[in-house]
């Protein structure tokens, strides 16, 4: 395994608590390991002209930046959109800016999916779900489960987490820790964000 892999990416269990934001124009997200200990944030950067437009024009064809930092404020991966009108593709860049991969949203009613892919546009893997009852599966291009995304907590975490803002992401240990991972992850644990944009 790399040395470099961000530890935040080792862990195959991560839940994810919305933190109450009153003015409701930046979402941020605190992220837990199985443990219940904190390991990053999600938070969402938006510029002064774009929230004035937001008002005007909606979130959906808007452009939205989320970086994912760890716990020491390290900023791992940066999930970013531009302008777009309908389905457009979204970036997954690094910490440095660099391009790890795309999401290429495909939209069913109340079924959303979603292609993950590489830097070089192969399909890594699909996000497929029940937005309505919060039920995702990870899958490889064949089909064969990577892991889940729901609110259903499991043990010990049930009685940390009891409200509906937070969800869980449970991805299989076997899947190995590479850049592929980065993504997967990335996407996953950022998918109630991107879809709050899409609509």
């Known amino acids: 395994m790399d040395n470099n892999f961000p530890q935040f990416f080792e862990t195959n269990e991560y839940f994810i608590d919305q933190k109450v934001n009153f003015f409701k ?4 997200y605190k992220v837990f390991n199985q443990e219940g200990n904190q390991i990053g944030l999600i938070r969402q950067r938006i510029s002064t002209g774009h929230k004035l437009l937001r008002l005007i024009l909606g979130k959906a064809m808007m452009p939205f930046l989320l ?11 940066v999930i970013k959109r531009g302008w777009t ?3 457009s593709e ?7 800016n660099q391009l790890l991969g795309l999401i290429k949203q495909k939209w069913a009613f109340l079924k959303p999916t979603f292609h993950i892919m ?3 546009r192969s399909k890594i893997a699909q996000i497929k779900g ?5 039920n995702f599966v990870i899958s490889a291009p ?8 729901n609110k259903k907590w499991a043990g010990a975490m049930k009685e940390v987490f009891t ?9 299989k240990e076997e899947y190995q820790e590479n850049t592929d991972k980065i993504v997967v992850v990335s996407t996953a644990i950022t998918i109630d964000m991107v879809l709050k944009e899409s609509k």
């Open 118 to 120: 590489d830097a070089k």
């Open 90 to 96: 979204i970036a997954v860049l690094d910490g440095h």
């Open 130 to 134: 029940d937005w309505k009852g919060w």
């Open 163 to 171: 409200t509906a803002d937070k969800y869980n992401v449970s991805i």
């Open 25 to 28: 124009f930046e979402a941020e």
């Open 142 to 149: 064949d089909e064969s489960p990577i892991g889940t995304i």
């Open 67 to 77: 970086e994912i930092v760890d716990v020491n404020g390290n900023t791992l991966a």
């Open 85 to 87: 009108f309908f389905m």
